[in-house]
């Protein structure tokens, strides 16, 4: 019987995709002992989008999650996303090293990374720079749909991946565009140009079918799969980890991972998402329309919070297909981060003007003149790359290079006395105003876990604004709480 490997997304990518990130550390601390226990073989822990999202919004500081949440974490190796990916900025590499270093001395020591164009020579130099620091790296190919993105593509791109020596590679399907057929196409070809690196299989369920394309894979001897433990599974997420485990059984293999354990787990994050108001990922119909723009589903939802701010809700659709348009114009770019956004972006910028690039973005100027990628302005439309840089804001940024600072000036820039390396790099990446105001706030909040009921019910009773007493009484147990105000 062969073994099925599982690594966990939960907690990154599965709550990335549904929540926005929008879980706090407290509810991720008082749940990490019992995902420990779940007999996961690694478990996605963080990622980039999170310093932002945890210093502006939660005003919690990331590295207390890291610190915190890495010292639960016994059993299980923990991942780190993104390498030194950035999202949309152009953060010093000075930065993104103190960076990594930070993250490899909370005992975070693998991470699986990604190029938005599978450009591998771009990456080569990253994958030995964090190996030479202790830095397993994990390196995606990543799934993607156009006339560009032929078999012979992959099997190009799995030859240029090995090449690096990563410590794993990943097939990643990150805009759920697989099929069954798709799927029985290019992992057999990936398999055989990819030596004896071991491969690891990452979709997600936005067409609905990544959960038979997981048994697919497994068919055709992919042994390492991506879940996430529900409500953070499915939807725009990964598939659940109880679907997969029962099915790679039913076909007479042993998923290496502790269901009962799971459980308790499951548990929690559904009083997470009913107590918060966070959604509950559930399987999806197929929508071909997907294929069409590839636009992913969280960019969707802000397109369309976008439109409606001016009155054009009812764009959207048109939108969808202008995206569809700008992109084939663009070179068909893979719809990942930042590229995704920038096609987005331009699109939506089509419609409310009500005439194609007559106005561009700074993205769009930047994409034609290489500054995302070199294969950018490569592929793109001749017509519509020289209407983009035939104005004066083109000129503008011909030449441009991002600033380079070396640490020292950063310090200078940003730093200050008592200002540590983590709190630095912060300052960086989400701004010196809201580092204050996330320091100002003071420790994350604690929560409870779903298997404390009484306390969990004093908390809940005690927070109500209109009783000044409790009482409990049960099994010779008396509790009398009273409010003395």
């Not at 114009?329 to 972006?345: K, N």
Request: hydrophobic fraction near 40%; proline fraction near 5%; charged fraction near 25%.
């Amino acid at each position: 019987m062969d073994d099925i490997h599982i690594i966990d997304t939960t907690l990154r990518d599965g709550q990335l995709s549904l929540w926005a990130l929008g879980m706090r550390t407290g509810a991720m601390l008082a749940i990490a002992e019992q995902l420990d226990q779940c007999g996961f073989q690694s478990m996605e822990f963080f990622g980039f989008a999170g310093y932002i999202k945890f210093v502006r919004e939660h005003k919690e500081n990331p590295w207390d999650w890291m610190r915190l949440g890495a010292e639960k974490f016994r059993r299980t190796r923990l991942r780190y996303h993104g390498g030194f990916a950035t999202g949309f900025e152009k953060i010093p590499r000075s930065v993104r090293r103190l960076m990594i270093e930070r993250v490899i001395a909370h005992g975070i020591t693998l991470t699986r990374s990604s190029d938005p164009w599978n450009d591998y020579e771009a990456v080569g130099t990253e994958v030995a720079y964090l190996r030479k620091l202790g830095m397993d790296v994990v390196i995606n190919i990543i799934y993607s749909v156009s006339p560009r993105h032929t078999d012979e593509y992959y099997v190009r791109k799995a030859r240029e991946a090995a090449a690096i020596k990563p410590y794993r590679i990943c097939f990643k399907d990150v805009a759920g565009l697989l099929t069954p057929e798709r799927t029985r196409a290019l992992i057999p070809l990936i398999m055989k140009n990819i030596d004896d690196v071991p491969l690891e299989f990452h979709a997600h369920c936005n067409n609905g079918l990544a959960p038979v394309n997981y048994l697919e894979a497994i068919k055709l001897g992919v042994r390492i799969l991506h879940t996430a433990v529900p409500p953070l599974a499915n939807g725009s997420s990964q598939p659940s980890v109880f679907n997969v485990a029962a099915n790679a059984r039913a076909l007479g293999f042993r998923p290496l991972v502790n269901l009962e354990a799971v459980k308790p787990v499951e548990n929690h994050f559904a009083f997470i998402a009913k107590r918060e108001g966070h959604p509950i990922g559930s399987p999806r119909e197929y929508d071909h329309a997907q294929y069409l723009h590839q636009v992913p589903g969280g960019m969707i939802s802000n397109l369309r919070h976008q439109l409606r701010l001016m009155g054009m809700e009812d764009k959207l659709q048109e939108t969808l297909e202008e995206a569809g348009r700008v992109r084939a114009e663009f070179g068909y770019p893979i719809m990942v981060t930042p590229l995704a956004q920038f096609v987005g972006s331009q699109a939506a910028i089509n419609i409310i003007v009500g005439e194609r690039y007559k106005e561009v973005t700074d993205q769009a100027i930047q994409y034609a003149l290489g500054h995302w990628g070199k294969e950018g302005p490569l592929v793109m439309d001749a017509s519509v790359k020289d209407k983009i840089l035939n104005r004066p804001r083109a000129r503008e940024w011909d030449g441009w290079t991002p600033p380079e600072l070396s640490l020292q000036e950063v310090k200078r820039k940003f730093g200050g006395p008592g200002v540590s390396d983590e709190e630095l790099v912060l300052r960086v990446i989400a701004g010196e105003s809201a580092v204050k105001a996330m320091l100002a706030a003071g420790a994350p909040r604690e929560y409870l876990r779903t298997s404390q009921p009484v306390v969990r019910l004093v908390g809940e009773l005690t927070r109500r604004s209109n009783r000044r007493q409790v009482f409990i009484q049960k099994n010779g147990l008396t509790l009398h709480l009273e409010k003395n105000n």
